[in-house]
């Protein structure tokens, strides 16, 4: 071997052993960090508005993830366009753990189908860490609204078209998803009216000022039970353990079914020793049985699945959304 080649063999061999050490230093501060992980305050982002199901929930969750972490999970709503401020907010952080969010059948499925324009993309920009729960949403009416079951409603919006109008709390929710997927399939107008602060909604709704809305059994049912508020159906195949008396909607338009959703996401990058560690401690919250009871209680059926499966489901979700959407023809308001 010539001296040129021994030359550019050693040199080849010394870059080797330096990017093995430099590697090697680099999974060893890694590695480092993750067992370090967390050692600060965690944020939690919520994309709705106080007192919504997403913010009941949410606010349970952290608590409890930050019992279980031993670091403080503070809880930050970031209401508006249907959850996507927040969404867009997550998807910028930094993706060292600190900043999580719940990806929502809304922001995750319905809104990048139907916003014209949308900052993030649900699946590459976010790492999606564990599906938690999902849950029903039940159709309630005005006690001024002269129905009482699905067949009635049905009855009186084709005899008044564009009378009757529905809230959400914005463009893409679940609510206002489950309205659209009615119109579609029952031919009925009825008007769409999104709320960025759903609480004022929800007060428009038992003033009369509003007709009626499709919203979380949790959240809308005690009202049911008050008086305040007529229940029409549930918009899943099975009645809501905590509502057996309310009819599934598609008891009457057959192959109605919506069923919202809720789990833990963060920014894409995410270190895989978070991500294991983030979803171990989501495990240990959901099998907690004072959590169990409590979501039991709110109307919520724990549905775990590990980053894997809930990444696929996410994928599977947007794509059915889509359809929806395109097919409904439902637009952003």
């Known amino acids: 071997m010539n001296k040129s080649n021994i030359f550019l063999t050693r040199s080849f061999l010394k870059k080797m052993a330096i990017a093995a050490i430099t590697t090697c ?3 060893a501060a890694f590695t480092a960090y993750a067992q370090d992980y967390p050692n600060k305050q965690i944020k939690f982002i ?5 007192g919504t199901t997403t913010d009941v929930i949410g606010r349970l969750y952290a608590q409890k993830l930050g019992e279980v972490l031993g670091q403080t999970v503070v809880v930050d709503n970031k209401a508006g366009a249907g959850g996507n401020i927040a969404a867009e907010y997550v998807a910028r952080a930094a993706p060292d753990g600190y900043t999580l969010t719940f990806s929502t059948s809304a922001t995750h499925a319905t809104n990048p189908a139907l916003y014209s324009q949308i900052s993030f993309d649900p699946i590459k920009d976010f790492t999606h860490i564990a599906l938690m729960v999902s849950a029903p949403n039940m159709l309630v009416v005005n006690q001024k609204i002269p129905v009482n079951n699905m067949a009635e409603l ?3 919006a084709k005899a008044n078209p564009g009378k009757l109008t529905y809230i959400s709390a914005g463009s893409g929710t679940s609510p206002h998803m489950a309205g659209e997927l009615l119109k579609t399939m029952t031919g009925i107008d009825i008007q769409h009216v999104p709320y960025k602060n759903i609480t004022q909604g929800l007060t428009d709704l038992f003033a009369g000022e509003v007709s009626m809305t499709f919203y979380h059994v949790p959240v809308i049912y005690p009202h049911v039970k008050s008086g305040q508020l007529k229940a029409l159906g549930v918009a899943t195949a099975e009645r809501s353990p905590i509502a057996p008396e309310v009819p599934p909607i598609g ?3 057959i ?3 919506l069923r919202p959703w809720w789990g833990l996401s963060g920014p894409a990058g995410m270190p895989k020793e978070v991500v294991d560690k983030l979803y171990q401690a989501t495990t240990k919250v959901l099998s907690d049985p004072v959590v169990q009871k409590r979501f039991i209680e709110l109307g919520m059926i724990i549905t775990p699945m ?5 990444n696929d489901f996410t994928v599977t979700e947007l794509t059915k959304w889509s359809k929806i959407v395109r097919d409904s023809g439902a637009k952003a308001n």
């Not at 919520?46 to 106080?50: E, N, Q």
């Not at 590990?306 to 809930?310: A, D, I, L, V």
């Open 25 to 27: 230093s680099a999974l």
């Open 46 to 50: 919520v994309p709705f508005s106080a």
């Open 154 to 156: 049905i009855a009186y």
């Open 251 to 253: 008891d009457t338009v």
């Open 255 to 257: 192959g109605y079914e």
């Open 306 to 310: 590990t980053n894997k499966e809930f």
